[in-house]
């Protein structure tokens, strides 16, 4: 009887490697589909840059800056080292390159004490209180889109504001191309790996 009940487990899992090889690209495209979140685009009173990257998501909320979705921008992020040279801060930088686009500094908050997204929205959050914002859109990467939905879901319930996440557009990183390059494998892999341990700290 053990016998059989292993026979049986065995020939599941190989089913299951079987089907897996033959449509890999359909389960590693579903993996990638989950990851991303956007919410249907309507004005706003700021829009929120989340720190990282290399420029996009600075550059998209740029975009819905001048498409004039809202009349303010923020930026999160932390110190980064660049190798054999100085820090920098996302932030900083996002103001900076947003600046360099043609949208005011003083339509810029930057905010500078973020180190994770929790931290960016309990920040933003503070924020949008302090001056009455009733409707945020949220930019960042496609990857990192639906740990940042569930994250602000979470920070921002109860304070009637309302949350809009929108990812970068004409983004690096697919659901459908995200496992053909080791950086995008391994920003997939990273954030499913975030997910789990924001799921065990409550944070999401």
Not at 87 to 101: F, N, V
Request: proline share 3%; glycine share 8%; with cysteine.
């Amino acid at each position: 009887m053990a016998k059989r009940k292993s026979r049986i487990v065995f020939f599941i899992i190989f089913l299951f490697i079987i089907q897996f090889l033959l449509f890999y690209k359909f389960w590693l495209g579903q993996m990638g589909g989950w990851l991303i979140y956007q919410d249907d685009l309507a004005s706003a009173d700021c829009i929120l840059v989340l720190g990282g990257g290399r420029g996009e998501r600075v550059l998209q909320g740029v975009e819905l800056y001048k498409n004039k979705y809202a009349p303010k921008m923020m930026m999160t992020g932390e110190y980064e080292q660049i190798m054999y040279g100085p820090k920098y801060h996302w932030a900083l930088q996002g103001q900076k390159l947003a600046a360099s686009r043609g949208v005011p500094k003083y339509d810029i908050i930057p905010i500078l004490n973020s180190l994770s997204t929790h931290d960016d929205a309990t920040l933003a959050k503070t924020v949008c209180l302090e001056n009455n914002y009733k409707s945020l859109i949220v930019v960042s990467e496609p990857f990192h889109t639906r740990r940042a939905y569930y994250t602000f879901k979470k920070v921002f319930k109860g304070s009637g504001i309302k949350i809009i996440i929108y990812p970068v557009q004409e983004s690096w990183w697919t659901r459908d191309n995200w496992y053909q390059s080791e950086k995008g494998l391994i920003s997939g892999e990273e954030e499913y790996m975030k997910s789990i341990y924001y799921i065990l700290k409550g944070y999401i």
